[in-house]
Structure formats: C-alpha cells, structure tokens
Nanobody
Framework: VQLQAFGGGLAQAGGSLRLSCVAS????????MGWYRQTPGKSREMVAR?????FISYADSVKDRFTISRDDTKVFLEMSRLKAEDAGVYYC?????????WGQGTKVTVSS
C-alpha cells in the first residue's frame, strides 16, 4: 500500500486547510485510515481515524474543529479554526491485514 498525501501548507490562525490522501497498490482490504501529526521533539500522535465501517475518533484537541471523511481508500481531513498548536507534519495512515502503512507526510504551518 502506498499513501500519497496532499494539501498541507500555510494557513493563518483561525483559518482552514484540507488534507487529502490517496491509497494505491494493494488497496483491497484496507481497514482503518486516518491522520497522525508529529511535531519536533514529540512522538507521532493520532489526530483522527476512521474505520472501514465509518466509526470515527478524534484527538481531544481537534474535536469540533477537524472533520475526517473517507471515500473507500481516500481519506480527507478538513481542518478549521486552526491554532498554532495544530502545526506539524501530518501523516496519512492505513491499516491492512494488521500491517500499518504511512504516507510521506505533509507539513502544516499556522501563522499567528
């Protein structure tokens, strides 16, 4: 499974960004997909995940501001009311046959 993420960039605090991720390769059987974020000096943390059945979980810090959605093996993250602490490198994630796959990361910068 290869994951290609799009949509990172610079946004102002209070603004919005949309991330997209497309899976390719052996995509049959992908179960969970989602987004993780990593900032310098910190471990990678879950931002939002969505199961194949559509069950969704969010990090507390992004609830009511971020929305994850999915179209088969594409996953999206609508980020609104961005805060400085939302900045980081966002990684697309997919799980298939108990293996985890990661995209290359897309950087999000939030200016105050």
């Amino acid at each position: 499974v290869q994951l290609q993420a799009f949509g990172g960039g610079l946004a102002q605090a209070g603004g919005s960004l949309r991330l997209s991720c497309v899976a390719s390769g052996r995509i049959a059987g992908i179960q969970d997909m989602g987004w993780y974020r990593q900032t310098p000096g910190k471990s990678r943390e879950m931002v939002a995940r969505i199961t194949y059945a559509g069950f969704i979980s969010y990090a507390d810090s992004v609830k009511d501001r971020f929305t994850i959605s999915r179209d088969d093996t594409k996953v999206f993250l609508e980020m609104s009311r961005l805060k400085a602490e939302d900045a980081g490198v966002y990684y697309c994630y997919a799980e298939r046959a108990r293996f985890d796959f990661w995209g290359q990361g897309t950087k999000v910068t939030v200016s105050s």
